[in-house]
């Protein structure tokens, strides 16, 4: 906008909102859109600047750009289902021709251990990879494109043998750590912190692999020192974005609950109703808040890296990660 004057225009990011442009370049001051009224809101004076908070910026960012890209839910809820059909593929027969003990990764001994492991590393393969396509998705958006969910997972399958390799050693640590568990207290408290600890380290390597095409070990030290320089934001971030769809989740699984007490006491058809609403806002929940968490993971990743993010004035993105 070389020839527009400095003051107040429509957010060419977020519809319904205005930024202040400075006659260079947009800045990160933002206003809702409202009738003006003399005398109480110059528009041709820039308000004092609000503390930039990158965590609710972010979760705004994330918010608008998946509301854009609606089909790339339907892709997460179809590769959770395809995910789950691959694994059961793989252990159902082992359970009822092969007489696999199913009760525990190792109740059936070597050949339990085998077929659990296979089915695991098939289905975390498929989660990952359509995970790789959300996050394929993300970095389009930010970057100006229209994604689908072909151009995604066409994005995602460039990075198979990297992903290929996470899906493999995600499936051991997750042997270990069911192997700890059965070690005693003390096994289940090293199990647990095991289990934090790795989900703690590994939250952006999904966009790690999918931009940098990163190998395991690699992805697991880049992914931790992002976290570490970027602590706060990742932590309030998250939360921001979690905290209603958990309070929502709650809710559904309650109701599917008490569809199941009025089911039982007779209530028949209101009960069912009940049930089958709260089943559908559990799977609506679940769904939805897994694509906002990996778009805000790639956004999270971006501002860290110094990368544009939607929305946010490049002015007050981070230094470049090294």
């Not at 206003?31 to 705004?60: Q, T």
């Not at 679940?286 to 906002?292: M, Q």
Request: aromatic content about 8%; some cysteine.
């Amino acid at each position: 906008m070389p020839t527009t004057p400095a003051g107040w225009h429509p957010d060419p990011w977020f519809p319904g909102q205005l930024r202040y442009w400075d006659g260079s370049t947009w800045t990160g001051r933002t206003a809702p859109i409202r009738a003006h009224v003399p005398g109480r809101w110059p528009w041709n004076r820039a308000p004092r600047p609000a503390k930039f908070k990158p965590s609710a910026a972010l979760v705004d960012a994330t918010y608008a750009m998946l509301r854009a890209d609606r089909s790339i839910i339907v892709l997460l809820f179809v590769g959770s289902v395809l995910a789950t059909a691959v694994g059961a593929a793989i252990a159902v027969p082992g359970v009822v021709w092969g007489h696999v003990d199913s009760s525990s990764s190792y109740g059936g001994g070597v050949v339990g251990v085998l077929v659990t492991a296979a089915a695991v590393g098939a289905m975390t393969f498929v989660l990952q990879l359509v995970t790789g396509a959300v996050v394929a998705a993300a970095v389009l958006r930010a970057e100006g494109e229209t994604p689908t969910a072909r151009r995604a997972l066409a994005v995602a399958w460039t990075r198979r043998r990297q992903i290929l390799a996470w899906a493999a050693v995600s499936t051991v640590v997750g042997l270990v750590i069911g192997l700890l568990q059965r070690l005693g207290i003390g096994g289940v408290l090293a199990a647990l912190t095991a289990n934090l600890g790795w989900a703690v380290a590994t939250v952006f390597a999904m966009p790690v692999i999918i931009v940098e095409g990163t190998m395991p070990v690699a992805t697991v030290r880049r992914s931790a020192r992002i976290l570490k320089d970027n602590f706060g934001a990742t932590v309030f971030g998250n939360l921001r974005l979690a905290l209603p769809w958990m309070v929502a989740t709650y809710l559904s699984g309650s109701l599917a609950i008490a569809g199941v007490v009025a089911w039982v006491t007779g209530a028949t058809v209101l009960g069912l109703t009940a049930v089958v609403v709260g089943i559908i806002g559990i799977i609506f929940c679940t769904v939805v808040s897994s694509a906002l968490s990996t778009y805000l993971q790639t956004y999270l990743y971006r501002y860290a890296a110094g990368l544009s993010v939607p929305g946010i004035d490049p002015h007050l993105l981070p230094p470049p990660a090294s």
